[in-house]
């Protein structure tokens, strides 16, 4: 018996997570669904296909013998509308009809895109989700939200939109390359960080382990941020209230993240943002000066940056003002009241930013 967590939506059972470290009990699962004898479109990335799609369809060969793989070219910058044209035609020649099931196999990119193609395909088909990055599978595969980029504007066109079940077998973690695992780290420490100060210090405490990706240690720390983000995204499953914290480290994380023409990762900039937030959250006194250095050091020893070259502050916050999850002209921007005690702020001001900013910038010679 594998493990499970099931996620609840609008007060009811919606899907489970199930955690091991193979593919064995996929088949069942998805029997158990009832897709026996349907389509099933495994949807993948050029990277992943090779690594895990045979082992996929393999163990949905006892559920179906209409197997097929889809491969999209790996990378942001193929979420988008014209490869989702190519996924729709691709389901129409293979005579797709609502009743089939597609699964998504990969990182947070195919699991976007397979969910928003299973949202709008003959107006919503089913699909599953198989997180294969950290990032997908303590994050991006849970809650429903898929999309696209256009034009630049990432994940501006999408859907909420359930899958049927989320399948984590942990050990696609350890095709990861270290900067991709490093990564999906960061929205980890984020979990610990705005809503549980006991994952922070286990995570603090699991810091060999999780380096040198320890099976049992990256199992426990998956499902533990996993229940936070439940905890989360059941609480508020539309983002209009306290899904917002998730976007702790987000704000200026994600601006830096497009100032820096994408050269460094989400995750990356995700801790950039992060320690500058927490240091928002020292000046405004919301937390002490000596948490403030914890959580910044905190990241260092995960391969993840706290300092940035060759940005300009000012741009940054243009770029932070005009992010879609700005509120008219007040930035929701999330703080710490402590480590595990996140909450939405409106009253940060560009100054705010600004010194935030030049604290990350020229951090090594403010020490
Ligand atoms: N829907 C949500 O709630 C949500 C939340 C956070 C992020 N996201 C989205 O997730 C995306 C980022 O996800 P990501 O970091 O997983 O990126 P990704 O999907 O691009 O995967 C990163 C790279 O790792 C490769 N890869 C995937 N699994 C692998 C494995 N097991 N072994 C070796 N290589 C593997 C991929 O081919 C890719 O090159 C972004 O588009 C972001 O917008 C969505």
Redesign the pocket.
Known sequence: MSDRITINYENKPCYDIVFGYDFNELGSEIEGLGFKDRKIAIVT????KP??ADSVAEALKSVSDKVFIYDIP???AN?NLSQIEKIYKFLIENHFDRHDLLVAL???????MT?FTAATYLRGIAYVQI??????QT?????????V?LEGY??MVGAFYMPRLVYMNIS??????GR?FA??FA?VMKHGLIKDANLYTWLLENMYEINDKEPETLMEMVMNSCKIKKAVVEKDPTEKGDRAL?NFGHTLGHAIEKHKNFEL???ECVALGCVAAAFISWKKEFISMEEYYEIRDMFVPFNLPISVEDIDADEVIKLAKSDKKADSDRIRFILLKGIGKAFISTDVTEADMKSALDEIIYIESND
């Open positions: 990335d050029s990277n992943v690594l895990y790996a990378g942001e979420k990969g990182g947070g990119v195919v699991g976007d969910g997180p294969t990055t950290l990032l997908s994050d991006s595969s849970i809650g429903g939200k898929t999309g980029d990432k994940n696609t973690l350890s095709s990861l390359d991709q990564s999906g929205e998730l990762f989400h995750g």
